[in-house]
């Protein structure tokens, strides 16, 4: 038999996925021939922003290496554009001068990157961000200088924001709208975003139009129409992206946006289709992958002769990693005065849903921070549901009975890839499966974005039952494969000291990231408290700073008040430097201490300076403030000096690097004046007694602190304080708070551990060693010259470091 001739111009995701479609269909009916512009096999676009960012490799991403290609007899031009279209003849010709016959042909030539026409835009040091080329220009750039500017707040810009970051660069992020992602999220949504970005390190430039880019051969900055100006020594447009549809045009192919095709992917020329993002289908060119790859499925049974319904278009939805943060959205994302909202909104876990419901049907949806719910509302949405049924299907999630299992097998658990329920378990019973990359193999489910793992993991448990033994260790990100109990054992076994020896030793898959840079830092100055150089730029920005970041990019100073008491002169030297560095707000903190706002980066150490006060460490993941009532010395109620103790204790705990954010409380009687029963320590003195509380938490995410021990004495009472911070030190992971942790281990447990005196004797002598090195930082960064230098006159955002 002779084979037709399969020619597919364009060697990305889309159009090689058609591919795969056919050659699932009838491996042996066609002679396929790829040209891909790129010198690369295919390979994951979603994923390049991982690449910019260190944690993967341009091999990590390949979707299908040389061998695949080999082994179903593809011929493949890497490097080689087709550069125009006989339709007459059926053939196609390259800029190598090759000339080739095709009996049917596939057009996937995706997209361009929009390039502002701004003056200046010729100017070296200006680039993209869409292919491999450009994540290798940027990673160039970042080795030579320090200053970045993305022009775009959607998701390639803020990808791309991140991936500059990691690589030590300060990056300004410019967005003429007054929120970001705005195509995929709500205002709230959002905003939520920006917020988390700068915690980063990231800087926002909303509503902001550019009118030039500066500099005579090389990029020196922005200039925008409001007049104000930035410096840049590298500019990265991330504005939009549109269809690539020369090649189709200068051939007489109908064109509007893109490519116009029917429902079975055909042009308006014979033996002629188009896929993916270059072409249009009823006005719509899709950007996002989901639809690309179900039209890839209709247009091979239409090459392959098989009779289908055709593509009647997509539902969009988006579920993305955003930098670390998850979102989700899909179908209509803001109401109008027919819409109706089912909205939840936690502020203290950051996370944020909104179903939007028109004629009591799911019409769209919007999450943040928490998305498991995401592939099950898109099904909702594409079937029409009634807002009725996720709300039931909800409170069967709250009360623990798996989501997976609820689930029609027709709904969607990969919507990158269409893969339905069905036919995961199908695979897993069939195919023997028991791990999620053997899913994702088999059936493609979790291949491209990789969002929905979770769901394909709870599958399995769900179908196999005792037969699915899911890994309990939970890695501390995913640079590693070590959970936090292995690694600290490893350092303090293999007498590891930095944190890059700990990477190098422990095998470590990048460079680092955000996630664990902190953390080693902070394990291995637990471990050698006397010892370990503490590593300042694995350190998050506020705690590099010693100062809290706004959002418009000044800082907050918050010098230290012990127990919230004051003295005249101390109010006098607040308000003169107020004063003198026109400080924007003053305002007093819930831990009775004075915040001042609005600081220039410039002004801090002078602040600090002439201020001659500790700082208040409001910025810290250690002991931020002991809050007290007036106590027995003043109130008529008071039954204990829970000033003076208070005092003890802030004095004494002050500047301990810890898992998370420490408050603490003491109260002089059961008023609980000074909420003693929602901090991380709460004293509450009884008559001759002092009640020790643990564990609480205060914001939207509640948790009432418990009873550990009661003392007669102060020193009783501070020594088991002691002894309880240091075991939390020792045994918390990483930002973990107090309430989690207590959760975790058990009340019973700790104070179990607690109760033997030898252990506490030796906990307590830890905690004195990681007390005796204790400096602090606004006085060393006053004296030491290069923290000057490096910290307040140029802020450096180190590689991997949010």
Not at 72 to 94: A, C, M, P, Y
Request: glycine letters at 10%; one cysteine or more.
């Amino acid at each position: 038999m002779i084979k037709q001739k399969l020619i597919l111009i364009g060697n990305g995701m889309a159009g090689v996925r058609a591919i795969e479609e056919v050659l699932k269909l009838n491996k042996d009916e066609f002679e396929i021939t790829i040209f891909g512009s790129e010198p690369h096999p295919n390979y994951n676009r979603i994923q390049l922003s991982t690449v910019l960012q260190g944690g993967t490799t341009v091999k990590d991403i390949t979707l299908n290496d040389e061998q695949w290609y080999e082994e179903n007899n593809i011929q493949l031009f890497k490097g080689e554009s087709v550069i125009s279209i006989d339709k007459e003849r059926q053939v196609v010709i390259t800029d190598k001068g090759r000339i080739e016959p095709y009996d049917k042909l596939i057009i996937a030539t995706g997209s361009n990157p929009f390039m502002l026409p701004l003056p200046g835009a010729d100017k070296e040091g200006v680039t993209a961000f869409r292919n491999i080329k450009d994540c290798e220009q940027m990673i160039e750039y970042s080795k030579k200088y320090k200053k970045a500017a993305v022009i775009g707040g959607g998701l390639l810009g803020l990808e791309a924001a991140r991936g500059l970051l990691n690589l030590g660069m300060e990056v300004d992020v410019i967005h003429i709208f007054d929120y970001l992602m705005e195509r995929q999220l709500d205002r709230t949504a959002g905003k939520l975003l920006q917020g988390e970005l700068e915690k980063q390190g990231m800087n926002f430039l909303l509503e902001k139009h550019t009118a030039e880019i500066l500099g005579k051969n090389h990029v020196t900055g922005l200039k925008f129409k409001d007049g104000s100006k930035i410096k840049a020594d590298l500019v990265v447009m991330a504005v939009g992206i549109k269809p690539n549809i020369e090649l189709a045009q200068k051939a007489g192919i109908t064109v509007n946006r893109g490519i116009i095709v029917n429902d079975y992917l055909e042009t308006d020329v014979p033996n002629i289709y188009a896929v993916g993002e270059c072409a249009e289908h009823r006005g719509i060119a899709y950007g996002l992958v989901a639809p690309l790859y179900q039209q890839g499925q209709v247009l091979a049974k239409r090459i392959c002769g098989i009779e289908n319904d055709g593509y009647h278009g997509s539902v969009l939805s988006t579920q993305l990693k955003v930098s670390g943060v998850d979102v989700f959205s899909s179908g209509k994302i803001n109401e109008d005065e027919g819409t109706k909202v089912y909205k939840m909104y936690d502020d203290w876990n950051g996370t944020y849903k909104k179903v939007l419901i028109e004629d009591g049907k799911i019409a769209g949806a919007v999450l943040f921070g928490d998305t498991k719910d995401g592939n099950q509302l898109l099904s909702l949405i594409k079937k029409g549901a009634s807002i009725e049924e996720y709300l039931e299907s909800s409170k069967a999630n709250a009360e623990e009975v798996s989501l997976v299992a609820t689930m029609a097998d027709e709904e969607i658990i990969c919507g990158c890839n269409g893969v339905t329920k069905g036919t995961i378990v199908e695979a897993i019973k069939t195919q023997g499966l028991t791990s999620v990359d053997q899913v994702k193999g088999c059936t493609n489910a979790s291949r491209s974005c990789g969002g929905c793992k979770s769901l394909v993991a709870d599958l399995l448990a769900c179908t196999l039952g005792d037969g699915f033994k899911a890994d309990e260790k939970e890695a501390i990100c995913g640079c590693t494969t070590l959970s936090r109990d292995e690694i600290v054992e490893e350092i303090r076994a293999k007498r590891l000291t930095h944190i890059r020896e700990v990477m190098n030793v422990l095998g470590w898959k990048t460079d680092g990231c955000s996630k664990c840079k902190p953390a080693l830092n902070y394990y291995l100055g637990m471990i050698y408290p006397t010892e370990y150089q503490d590593e300042k730029e694995a350190r998050f920005v506020n705690e590099r700073m010693h100062a809290n970041i706004q959002k418009d990019g000044t800082y907050s100073v918050v010098p230290r008040m012990y127990g919230g008491v004051t003295t005249s002169e101390d109010l006098r030297k607040i308000a003169d430097v107020a004063d003198k560095y026109q400080v924007g707000t003053i305002k007093v903190t819930g831990g009775q201490r004075i915040d001042l706002l609005g600081v220039k980066k410039e002004d801090l150490p002078k602040i600090w300076a002439e201020l001659d006060m500790p700082s208040g460490s409001a910025y810290a993941k250690g002991l931020r403030t002991v809050k007290t009532c007036v106590g027995e010395s003043y109130c008529r109620f008071g039954t204990q000096d829970s000033i003076g103790l208070g005092i003890r204790l802030e004095k004494k705990f002050e500047g301990l690097n810890t898992p998370h954010k420490v408050k603490m409380a003491v109260s002089a009687c059961p008023r609980n004046c000074a909420e003693s029963g929602i901090k991380d320590v709460g004293v509450v003195g009884t008559d001759g007694a002092w009640e020790m509380y643990v564990g609480g938490n205060g914001g939207t995410h509640l948790r009432a602190a418990d009873l550990l021990f009661k003392f007669k004495t102060d020193d009783e009472l501070v020594e088991m304080i002691g002894a309880y911070l240091q075991y939390y030190r020792e045994t918390a992971n990483y930002l973990e708070r107090t309430s989690a942790w207590v959760d975790r281990l058990g009340l019973d447990h700790i104070r179990e551990v607690l109760s033997d005196a030898e252990t506490v004797k030796m906990l307590n002598f830890r905690i004195e060693e990681a007390l005796s090195i204790v400096q602090d930082p606004w006085k060393e960064a006053i004296e030491n010259k290069t923290l000057l230098r490096d910290l307040y006159e140029t802020v450096k955002i180190p590689t991997g470091v949010k």
